[in-house]
């Protein structure tokens, strides 16, 4: 968020949104977007308004955030965490569900609005018709490689973690985000773009 809007934790930031109600912005990457969608979850839960100021890309809000033209936005931290460092933009919360260990000064928005989760993720994928003992394969390979220190090292270094999971378990985490983006995409009413 902005570094002069006058709030330093996710109670802070709802009770003021609750006492400014459609009056704090959040630069968002569109329509859709991750941080557009973790903006909505947050409104829901929270019982909050806020106004969604859309941009075509990161940079741009980024710039933007730093700038106090906007209020806040959600973004990951190998973007985010050098900016709060350096005092150009304020980190008060994580949309994970447990604190991250790099920075585990900073609580959760879980902390303050429960139920509250919005984590960024990345995954290999095939197509469906490819064999599941070369899938099985791959699988293994990609999570022994993730598992190496030297890997989970640089990994860190970008500020994400890499989870190795089995092919079950992936499936049933991609179910579990499936129905939660389709809950917050159904309840806000927001349209295919």
Known sequence: MRASLPVNSG?????????NPGKINFGSQGIGSVGHLA???????????????????????????????VDLMFDTPTTSLPLHREGKVKIIATGTPERVPEF?????????????RAVTWYAMVAPPQMPAALADRINRDVS????????????????????TKSRAEAASFFADET???????????????
């Open 11 to 19: 109670r802070e930031l709802v009770d003021y949104a609750k006492q």
């Open 39 to 69: 903006t909505v979850e947050l409104e829901m839960l929270a019982d909050i308004k806020t106004v969604q100021v859309p941009y075509r890309g990161l940079s741009q809000a980024v710039n933007d955030i730093i700038a106090g033209h």
């Open 104 to 116: 585990p000064e900073i609580p959760t928005i879980a902390e303050s609005v429960p139920g509250y």
């Open 144 to 163: 022994e490689i993730l598992g190496r220190p030297d890997v989970v090292e640089k990994v860190h270094g970008i500020q994400m973690d890499p989870a």
């Open 179 to 193: 129905t939660l983006w389709g809950k917050v995409i159904k309840q806000a009413d927001i349209p295919p773009q």
